[in-house]
């Protein structure tokens, strides 16, 4: 038993390498667009140093924080069956008494350090603004943009641990991952500090006589404050969440909350009442309103999210993703991918290119951007990163193989590289300390006692 379990142990570092291995003779692009068209050349994901070295381990925060709610379930379900496999097979090899007190009480003890370690992960990488991927390259003449992001100043995050995701932690948190400009869209609040911080970045830029011609590839930057915060809400109206793009006048909801009707009548007066662009959130119109899309698109609905980082709302196949793209296509809508951050996590799943002329100041930023989504279809360029989809090929009770498998689909060369050291790395501390556990355990034996013929 003991050289049986000796050979599993010794062939685990070698298994995990050559599977990370053979993942690589079928890799996909780290970046994509949704709607297929091709990605500008430049374009890249940078590492930051921490991240590379601790690769394994950020590396499952972005692919775990990318899933949707369904995979989430499967990830957790997944572990609860790989994890009582392996008690079995266990004691299987083992076989301890099991009606000893001691072997139900070393159980024990185990799920809970099992749970303890979980739970510390999964707390950690919600709460850590880590060091995260950020998207580079981006050609000159183009923002990244985020149409729709939280600060405290929403109830579901300014009454949890976000609390203190003011709009500066905001800014960091896009700035951290590549964006130039971020809409605000607190739910049903007009924010005052995103004009107050336009404001101060006009001011400054005309001190420092900075305009926003930028330089090289990575675009416009109005000043040194980081991205560029433009106003918006998010309005919880009749079964739906609709994001108002533009610097609205305060928001009297109440009207649009009892029935579509009056749904229908903030989408058909978002522009003429408010000045903005009516953007449907998932997933809420994916859940509330799918066969009615029409009816919200002939109301004076502009556009549609079709990819948006929340958990809940990544729940979107690719059938129905492209049944909206169709739509948006026919009726000349924008389509666009969303954080939708409440500022947990430091995962950036999704970015936006839009190409804009040169701007002076954040206002006129803003309302190019807002005046290049008017133009329709599809309004800006979709950056996505690979991930395990909803829809995937993977059983839901796969998902935790799903996960590393397409995370490593998907790595480049010096993250893969750094996989393979910490593999070794541990493989190795292991042996160690089974060796010295196991010397200490011979030092204790007792000496045998001479037989008296000797």
């Known amino acids: 038993m003991t050289w049986r379990a000796d050979g599993i142990r010794e062939a685990i570092p070698w298994a995990l390498t050559l599977l990370l291995l053979a993942s690589r003779l079928s890799p996909v692009p780290p970046l994509t667009d949704p709607l297929g068209a091709e990605l500008p050349a430049s374009l890249q994901l940078t590492v930051p140093t921490t991240y590379l070295v601790l690769a394994p381990l950020f590396t499952l925060w972005d692919g775990i924080s990318m899933l949707s709610m369904s995979r989430l379930h499967g990830f957790l379900t997944g572990l609860a069956g790989f994890y009582v496999l392996w008690r079995i097979v266990r004691h299987i090899r083992t076989r301890p008494p099991l009606r000893s007190w001691r072997t139900w009480l070393e159980e024990l003890g185990i799920l809970l350090l099992s749970l303890l370690g979980l739970l510390g992960f999964i707390v950690a990488g919600a709460i850590w603004h880590r060091p995260m991927l950020s998207l580079t390259g981006i050609p000159w003449g183009y923002q990244v943009v985020d149409f729709h992001s939280h600060t405290a100043a929403s109830h579901d995050v300014g009454n949890t641990w976000m609390s203190g995701y003011d709009l500066a932690a905001n800014l960091r948190w896009h700035g951290r991952a590549g964006f130039n400009v971020v809409f605000v869209t607190d739910h049903n609040v ?151 951050s409440h500022g947990w996590g430091a995962t950036s799943m999704v970015w936006n290119l839009v190409r804009v002329p040169p701007a002076r100041s954040p206002e006129t930023l803003c309302t190019a951007i807002l005046a290049r989504l008017d133009q329709g279809y599809p309004g800006a360029q979709i950056i996505e990163r690979h991930r395990l989809r909803p829809d995937g090929p993977w059983p839901m009770w796969l998902t935790p193989v799903g996960v590393v498998w397409e995370t490593w689909r998907s790595m480049g060369r010096p993250l893969a590289f750094s996989w393979l050291a910490w593999i070794w790395v541990v493989a190795g501390l292991l042996n160690l300390l089974r060796s010295r556990a196991l010397r200490a355990k011979i030092a204790r034996r007792p000496a045998p006692t001479p037989s008296n013929g000797s």
């Not at 408010?274 to 066969?291: D, F, M, N, Q």
């Open 190 to 340: 007009v924010s005052r500090e995103s004009r107050d911080a336009r404001r101060e970045a006009r001011v400054g830029s005309r001190e420092s006589g900075v305009g926003s011609q930028g330089s090289g590839v990575r675009g416009q930057r109005l000043g040194d404050a980081g991205p560029t915060p433009c106003p918006g809400t998010e309005v919880s109206a009749w079964q739906a969440h609709i994001v108002l793009l533009g610097d609205t006048l305060t928001i009297e909801r109440d009207p649009y909350t009892r029935s579509l009707a009056g749904l229908l009548t903030l989408l058909r007066t978002s522009d003429s009442s408010y000045g903005a662009l009516s953007l449907a959130s998932l997933p809420e119109y994916r859940r509330s309103h799918w066969e009615r899309l029409d009816t919200l698109i002939q109301a004076g609905l502009d556009g549609f999210e079709i990819v948006n980082a929340s958990p809940k709302a990544n729940e979107l196949t690719r059938p129905e993703r492209d049944r909206v793209v169709d739509l948006a296509r026919k009726h000349d809508l924008f389509v666009v991918g969303v954080s939708d």
